[in-house]
């Protein structure tokens, strides 16, 4: 085997380090587009069919077409996330005992929560996944 000699051999590990760093994987989002926000899951506690208590679990992103809005809400995240803790758990004991979640009740409480958090409407309310354990 030959040995590289001179600046070949200075050069070749940062040729193949770019090439490494330009082939490493971007960080994508987790859904939707660039008007899309991704909240951190909601948990509510509800009570079950059988009187125990539960933890209803509510996936929720924002659509937000409006740039200037969708920055205000960006900086807002912590208290559109409490503003929808809130409303959750207002609504949450409202749920009779084992009858499943009613998503629309959700999303327009939520969606009341956004108006007034935000100051305005534009943001549209998208729910993800609703589990009741």
């Known amino acids: 085997m030959k040995k590289i000699a001179g600046p070949l051999a200075l050069a070749l590990p940062l040729l193949l380090a770019a090439s490494l760093a330009s082939a490493a994987p971007t960080e994508k989002k987790k859904g939707g587009g660039d008007s899309f926000i991704q909240l951190p899951t909601l948990t509510a506690t509800i009570v079950r069919g059988n009187g125990r208590r539960g933890v209803l679990t509510v996936d929720v992103g924002l659509d937000i077409p409006d740039a200037t809005l969708r920055q205000r809400a960006s900086i807002s995240i912590p208290i559109l996330r409490d503003a929808f803790t809130q409303?959750?758990?207002?609504?949450?004991?409202?749920?009779?005992?084992g009858a499943p979640p009613k998503p629309d009740l959700i999303a327009d409480e939520l969606q009341r929560a956004t108006d007034r958090t935000l100051g305005r409407p534009g943001a549209q309310?998208?729910?993800?996944?609703?589990?009741?354990?």
């Open 125 to 133: 309310v998208l729910l993800g996944t609703i589990l009741e354990n």
């Open 87 to 97: 409303s959750l758990s207002i609504y949450a004991p409202s749920v009779a005992a």
